[in-house]
């Protein structure tokens, strides 16, 4: 079983839905869960970032985090064509300076 | 405040040839990263460098070198460059283990 789990999509949703992008982990030690969106030929920019569990709201993104689960959700209310890219989950753990752990990403199109 | 910048932003390089992929930052964060990225196999990180001075391998290290003789630059070396490592690669740092991670905007590289 890979460490994190990402359905790759392509998800193809409505202007206006509310999107859903999820990640599922193995490792019981993560406590820090980021999301990053990536635009097409751009570098990965951090959207948010949570500590252990609960959620976090941010404009129209909240972040959600089920450590009992081992699940992780960004939610995006309100989908504009400009949400319109690829999102990635990432976590690691509390010990050391451990790199990031990444999902493979989940490919969105808003559509007009 | 650039943040991370990489050079260049495409190269062409003919197989067998030495390259180094430039990265800075002006953000003063300990720890430092290099990743490749291609279709369907998501971020996969190459080296990083916890802090200045030290180094270590991750996933894919094998064909490049890394080094950090201070805190702000970390070059990514292709000794003898082959086709399998045409990718998009970026730089990215992060400010110890509790810290978000920040990416450059990447370097596209086409090994002939």
């Known amino acids: 079983q890979k460490e994190v789990e990402q359905d790759p999509g392509p998800l193809s949703v409505p202007e206006g839905a509310i999107v859903s992008l999820n990640c599922t982990y193995s490792?019981?030690?993560?406590?820090?869960f980021m999301w990053y969106r990536q635009y097409s030929r751009k570098g990965p920019e951090l959207l948010m970032y949570?500590?252990?569990?609960g959620n976090k709201e941010d404009g129209r993104f909240t972040a959600q985090v089920d450590k009992s689960s081992k699940y992780i959700s960004l939610f995006i209310r309100d989908s504009q064509p400009s949400d319109s890219a690829t999102y990635l989950c990432?976590?690691?753990?509390?010990?050391?300076?451990?790199?990031?752990?990444f999902g493979k990403g989940t490919r969105l199109s808003v559509i007009a | 405040i650039a943040g991370i910048t990489q050079a260049p932003t495409s190269q062409i390089l003919a197989a067998g040839r030495r390259m180094t992929l430039r990265c800075t930052q002006d953000m003063r964060h300990n720890a430092m990263y290099w990743y490749r990225q291609d279709l369907g196999l998501g971020l996969r990180l190459i080296h990083y460098s916890n802090t200045a001075g030290t180094t270590g391998k991750g996933e894919v290290p094998d064909g490049y070198s890394v080094s950090r003789a201070n805190t702000d630059d970390f070059p990514l070396t292709l000794a003898s460059a082959v086709p399998s490592q045409t990718s998009v690669y970026f730089c990215a740092n992060r400010q110890g283990a509790k810290g978000e991670q920040y990416f450059g905007p990447g370097t596209r590289l086409t090994v002939t």
């Open positions: 490792n019981s030690a993560f406590q820090y």
């Open positions: 949570t500590y252990s569990s």
């Open positions: 990432a976590m690691s753990g509390f010990s050391g300076n451990t790199p990031l752990v």
